[in-house]
C-alpha cells in the first residue's frame, strides 16, 4: 500500500531563516512519482514540482531545492531565505505508475509560518 | 490562463439536504477528481473519472456519488448531507495515464448543520 507521511504539523520561522519540510513515503511499486504542492490561504494547490522513481537527482528553483533519497524513501523540501509569501500548508505526493496517476496520495501536510 | 472553477467558495446546508458540488475545467482533462481535505488527514480521495460518464470511487465514496455528463463538468452529489460530511471540497483535473501534475480549484468549504 502507498503512503505519505509528513511529520511535522506546523513551522513557524522568522523571515530569511532556512526551513525544511520533511516527507517520507512508502510504496511497493519500483516506478512511482512524488510530487511537493503549496496551499496558499486562497486554497487552490499549486504544482511546484515532480520527480520519478529514477530521477534522485537534487533539485533547485530559485530558494526552493528538493532532496530525494530512496535509500530513507524521503523526498524532502527546502526553502532557503524564507519570505512571508511563503507561509502556507505544503503537501506532498505520491502517485504509483501502476495506478496511471488515477491515485494519488497526499501527505496529511505541514502548515508554514513565516513571520517578518 | 488553465483554471479549475468550484461553483461556491462556502456552503451551509442542513442534515438530510440533497447537496451538489459543481467543477469545470477548461483544459481539456480526460481526468477529473474530488478530494476532501480535513485538518490532519490531508487530502483523500472521493471518486474520479477518467472519461464522460465513467467514474470510478476514490478511497472514502460512503455517502457521496458523481456525474459527469460532458468532458469539462464534474459534479460531487452529496445524497443526504450529515454533519459528518462537513469539510472542505477540492475539485481537481489533469492528463489521462501520465502520472502528471494535477490541477486544483480553490475548494468549497461546506458546512453541515
Known amino acids: 500500500a502507498q503512503k505519505v507521511t509528513q511529520a511535522q504539523t506546523e513551522i513557524s520561522v522568522v523571515e530569511k531563516e532556512d526551513v525544511t519540510l520533511d516527507c517520507v513515503y512508502e510504496?511497493?511499486?519500483?516506478?512511482?512519482?512524488l510530487f511537493w504542492y503549496k496551499q496558499p490561504p486562497s486554497g487552490e494547490l499549486v504544482f511546484l514540482i515532480r520527480?520519478?522513481?529514477?530521477?534522485?537527482q537534487n533539485e533547485i528553483s530559485g530558494r526552493y531545492s528538493w532532496n530525494f533519497q530512496k535509500s530513507t524513501s524521503s523526498f524532502n523540501f527546502t526553502i532557503t531565505a524564507s519570505q512571508v509569501v511563503d507561509s502556507a500548508v505544503y503537501f506532498c505526493?505520491?502517485?504509483?505508475?501502476?495506478?496511471?496517476?488515477?491515485?494519488?496520495?497526499f501527505g496529511a501536510g505541514t502548515r508554514l509560518f513565516v513571520k517578518a | 490562463d488553465v483554471k479549475v472553477t468550484q461553483s461556491s467558495r462556502y456552503l451551509v446546508k442542513r442534515t438530510g439536504e440533497k447537496v451538489f458540488l459543481e467543477c469545470v475545467q477548461d483544459?481539456?482533462?480526460?481526468?477529473m477528481f474530488w478530494y476532501r481535505q480535513d485538518p490532519g488527514l490531508g487530502l483523500r480521495l472521493i471518486y474520479f473519472?477518467?472519461?464522460?460518464?465513467?467514474?470510478e470511487k476514490g478511497d472514502i465514496p460512503e455517502g457521496y456519488s458523481v456525474s459527469r455528463e460532458k468532458k469539462e463538468r464534474f459534479s460531487l452529489i452529496l445524497e443526504s448531507a450529515s454533519t459528518n460530511q462537513t469539510s472542505m471540497y477540492l475539485c481537481?483535473?489533469?492528463?489521462?495515464?501520465?502520472?502528471?501534475?494535477?490541477?486544483f480549484g480553490s475548494g468549497t468549504q461546506l458546512s453541515v448543520l
Open positions: 481537481a483535473s489533469g492528463l489521462t495515464g501520465t502520472n502528471e501534475k494535477l490541477f
Open positions: 510504496t511497493r511499486d519500483t516506478t512511482y512519482y
Open positions: 520527480r520519478n522513481s529514477f530521477d534522485e
Open positions: 505526493a505520491l502517485s504509483e505508475a501502476r495506478t496511471g496517476g488515477f491515485k494519488t496520495i
Open positions: 483544459m481539456d482533462h480526460e481526468n
Open positions: 473519472s477518467y472519461d464522460v460518464k465513467m467514474k
